[in-house]
């Protein structure tokens, strides 16, 4: 009997392997891609950033238009958002 991945398998490599593609070549030599909070990124910047729900983002706490304007300005290279 042949044993297939579950659905959440599935979603992981899809969206695992979809940001790969937005950010290019700027995956880690791993070939891996960090999902990080924008809580985490304060100060820091990266070759590609991808965000998500930039509307979530700005909705989720008061303030969150900084939180949404940090998330913009990390990426050095390249820039992709979603939603």
Known sequence: M???PSPQTFLVTGVSSGLTRAVGG???AAGEVRVVPVS???GLEFD???VADPDGITR???GGE???Y???TRP???LVVVG
């Open 2 to 4: 042949t044993e297939h």
């Open 70 to 72: 940090v998330a913009l």
């Open 66 to 68: 900084r939180d949404l």
């Open 48 to 50: 590609a950033v991808v």
């Open 76 to 78: 050095t290279r390249r």
């Open 60 to 62: 989720a706490r008061p």
């Open 40 to 42: 985490q990124v304060r």
């Open 26 to 28: 700027a995956a880690n």
